[in-house]
């Protein structure tokens, strides 16, 4: 995943080992705003798009998230490893994106099979349920920015928009 | 929704039906009845010539009345927000419950009392060589009886005092029956999960209303000045409110902790990091931000330690909503992995280093006692911050007021998450 940023006015990659952080995570917590303006967390499994920096995952029509997502398409996505011993060793990901809900069968389907892939048939039959083809909504999450962090040690890199290779 | 019933104390019925307080609305009628005493007081002092000593206390014990009644009101009113429609048939009835005892005519019994008790006193303490204050009044205006209107308004005054005395103890001890009756249910695995820990912070909060009412009590004292036993009596009376007041308040804490439930309970004790959601408000669109941090809880609120210049405190001065989320990541099967979604609204103590220094200031007990939590949870971490201190950037050593501040989280609504469920479950 080769990703055009930003960092510190300087247009640069995204550097691999953040690239590989993000897909090599399992669940990621996501963050929306619930119609009560307070910021909801939900734990998601979620799958990279081969080629973009698009971060895909899908969810029932009723859940809390899909109707955060239609009232503010914000959202927040963080990965992180945490060392309960050594602070130095705390390295995560939080992401600023923007989302697109899309409705459509093959992109819900397409969705399904690489989360399948990504996390075998017990995982997502068992999170997301069976019954795959209705009541369920593709989400994209598109980057707006992404903080990276090791220790206390911070890297922000702004995502350049439409310019994904 | 309202409650399917007004709950109204005796007071509050009387002013309702009594010209001209069901004219006006709380606190003006409270209000006017403190102009009432006043006026009265002031007419009898000027037409009998009484001394100033007793106008003093008279204006005392009016004053007295007044902050007790708007204290008590506001108390009431506060159980009267609560919208049973909204709770599940167990809290309903319970609540129900508590309130239909709490309102219950017969609280006029204990006041009907104490008003009894302290009649007796005036009228035989001369008799045991005692002197009490109608005599004081009698021997200071050199008369041989004193004047009946005088005699009414001491008496009226003695109720209204009497029947506030009498209303706190009687609230007091319906609180206490309804604390043991709360903590039977929370012991039923099968009743507990009805019963919200948010909800009962909504009743202590109430309590407390009531607590600072008892206070108000204090205000009587100089009235009791010119009556040593009475002044005794009075202050023995105060304290013992406050002393069941308290056990009330506390015993209300120990059972918000076991309201919520057990395996979620072990799961905040034994996690070292939860998700920390705020708002981000700098651009014009409202962007979420969630962040893993280290936290404590101490049974009642969390907090957590941050860098004064770190985006949370920038969106929590902005906007003072925040959530946890603090979940078992199950590593083996992450489809067993469950946790607790905590809503609530922030208070930071100092978002910068002058704010910062006030607040010690003026918390240390408070920031005290959560330095030691995190001393006693994390230990490797602040020697860690220590050891490498120098190789920190400046905003994230663990100085606090220059480069830390604390965030407490007062908790609004609890969600159980389960991996394999759908959406949160509000408890």
């Known amino acids: 995943m080769k990703v055009v940023c930003e960092l510190n006015g300087q247009e640069c990659l995204l550097p691999d080992y953040i690239s590989q952080f993000i897909l090599s995570a399992s669940f990621i917590y996501c963050a929306t705003l619930n119609d009560t303006n307070n910021p909801q967390i939900h734990p998601l499994l979620f799958v990279n798009e081969l080629g973009k920096c698009l971060l895909s995952f899908i969810q029932n029509i009723n859940s809390d998230v899909i109707k955060n997502l239609q009232r503010h398409p914000y959202l927040a996505l963080t990965i992180d490893n945490t060392d309960p ?17 899309s409705t459509s069968n093959q992109h819900i389907q397409n969705c399904f099979e690489l989360l399948r892939e990504k996390y075998g048939d017990n995982i997502v039959t068992k999170v997301l349920g069976i019954d795959i083809d209705t009541n369920y909504i593709k989400i994209q999450a598109r980057p707006l920015k992404i903080v990276y962090w090791k220790g206390p040690f911070f890297q922000t890199y702004k995502c350049k928009q439409k310019k994904y290779t | 929704m309202q409650p399917p019933k007004k709950y109204k104390f005796l007071q509050e019925h009387v002013f309702e039906g ?53 204290s008590i009101f506001k108390y009431a009113k506060k159980l009267r927000n609560v919208e049973i429609e909204r709770l599940n048939s ?20 204990i006041s009907i009392a104490v008003f009894l008790l302290v009649l007796t006193y005036f009228f035989s303490s001369s008799s045991f060589g005692l002197n009490n204050i109608l005599i004081y009044i009698q021997d200071d ?15 009226l005054m003695t109720f209204d005092i009497c029947y506030r005395l009498g209303l ?34 909504s009743l202590e909060n109430s309590d407390v ?21 009475l002044m005794f009596m009075l202050l023995a009376y105060i304290m013992f409110a406050f002393l069941l007041s308290s056990i009330n308040i506390i015993y209300l ?25 705020t708002i981000s408000v700098s651009s014009s669109n ?31 001065q902005k906007r003072n909503k925040i959530t946890l989320f603090i979940d078992s990541k199950e590593k083996k099967d992450m489809t067993q992995s469950f946790g607790v979604q905590i809503m609530g609204r922030s208070k930071i103590y100092g978002h910068d280093s002058k704010t910062g220094f006030l607040f010690v200031l003026l918390f240390s007990p408070v920031l005290i006692r959560v330095l030691m939590l995190f001393l006693r949870k994390y230990p490797n971490y602040i020697n860690y911050y220590w050891r490498f201190h120098e190789k920190i950037p400046r905003a994230w050593q663990v100085l606090p007021i220059v480069s830390r501040t604390i965030i407490k989280i007062v908790p609004e609504h609890f969600f159980y998450w389960k991996a394999s469920r759908v959406d949160q479950v509000r408890f």
Not at chain 2, 51 to 68: D, M, T
Not at chain 2, 184 to 199: E, G, V
Not at chain 2, 266 to 274: E, G, H, K, P, Q
């Open chain 1, 85 to 101: 011993e050594n602070p130095f060793s705390n390295t995560g990901i939080m992401i600023e994106a923007i989302v697109k809900l």
């Open chain 2, 18 to 70: 009594t010209w001209p307080f069901s004219r006006l609305k709380p606190p003006f009628n409270v209000f006017l009845l403190l102009l009432i005493y006043f006026s009265w007081g002031l007419a009898l002092y000027f037409t009998y010539n009484i001394p100033f000593i007793y106008l003093f206390a008279g204006v005392c014990g009016a004053f007295g009345l007044f902050l007790w009644t708007i």
């Open chain 2, 90 to 109: 167990v809290t309903k009835k319970f609540h129900v419950e508590f309130l239909e005892y709490l309102f219950h005519p017969s609280s006029i019994v």
């Open chain 2, 141 to 155: 205006m050199a008369l041989n009886s004193l004047p009946p209107l005088l005699i009414f308004f001491i008496f």
């Open chain 2, 168 to 201: 706190t103890i009687f609230i007091i001890f319906i609180q206490l029956r309804r604390d043991f009756i709360l903590a039977r249910y929370l012991k039923n695995p099968s009743l507990k999960a009805y019963f919200s820990a948010t909800d009962i912070r």
């Open chain 2, 209 to 229: 209303v009531h607590y600072l009412a008892i206070s108000s009590g204090l205000a009587l004292v100089p009235l009791g000045y010119l009556d040593r036993f």
């Open chain 2, 253 to 277: 804490r120990i059972l918000y902790v076991r309201a919520i439930p057990d395996g979620l309970l072990t799961l905040i004790r034994n996690s070292n990091f939860a998700q920390i959601g």
């Open chain 2, 286 to 316: 409202k962007i979420p931000h969630v962040t893993p941090t280290l936290f404590i809880f101490d049974g009642r609120d969390f907090f957590i330690s941050t860098s004064l210049s770190s985006k949370k405190v920038r969106n929590l």
